[in-house]
């Protein structure tokens, strides 16, 4: 259940990653192939960089399903990306709830790999921000990643408590909703009440 339950938020954090990439190509006013890049590589490109770095085999080479769901929105949101437009605030949470899918998915994979605690919260943080990253540096924007907003730390602080729960009490089911839990929440916290983490010279 929990397995099925973390496949179908896979999908839908793909599929919300896909959208939020395509938005950047169209405010960069990009042709379709530039749609289907952002779009594509905001979707998998965390965990296709977290393979890699597992040595383990990249997951869309076998599993195409994420190449067919982030090639579908990205063209999607090419023909009509208005009624994404005005739900904004709807993808902002959306997105949320695909970083915390991601931040708990990575982190498993890690240990199911045999990987530090500590690397596996790295892997967790890397699944549910890198793709954003690409992103960003591919569209010549500043990257989310490195603001002041609540969104790595958020991923952090779900990794963290999966780890505890699964790894270290093996409590797997209760790491998976607790994870996945804390990652949503302090994320959701930084949007509805606009946290930041402290800068420099603040």
């Known amino acids: ?15 919300v990653f896909a959208v ?16 289907l890049i952002l779009g594509t590589v905001t979707g998998i490109g965390g965990g296709t960089l977290r393979d890699l770095l597992l040595d383990r085999p990249v997951f869309w080479l076998t599993q195409w399903e994420y190449l067919v769901i982030t090639a579908v929105l990205a063209i ?12 904004a605030n709807w993808l902002l949470w959306a997105d949320a709830v695909g970083l915390a899918a991601f931040c708990v998915i990575g982190t498993q994979i890690a240990l199911s790999m045999h990987a530090s605690p500590m690397i596996a919260v790295m892997m967790g943080i890397m699944t549910a921000t890198f793709g954003g990253l690409i992103r960003d540096v591919l569209a010549g924007e500043p990257p ?18 999966y780890v505890l729960f699964a790894h270290w009490l093996a409590w797997s089911i209760a790491g998976v909703i607790l994870g996945f839990a804390v990652t949503l929440a302090v994320r959701g916290l930084g949007i509805r009440y606009h ?8």
């Open 144 to 161: 989310l990643l490195l603001h002041r907003e609540i969104y790595a730390s958020a991923a952090l602080a779900g990794g963290v408590v």
């Open 195 to 202: 946290w930041h983490l402290p800068s420099a010279g603040r």
């Open 20 to 35: 939020s990439g395509a938005l950047v190509a169209d405010r960069k006013r990009m042709d379709l192939m530039g749609f």
């Open 1 to 15: 259940m929990i397995g099925e339950l973390l496949q179908g938020l896979d999908y839908f954090g793909t599929a």
């Open 76 to 87: 999607a949101t090419f023909y009509v990306s208005n009624p994404f437009k005005r739900r």
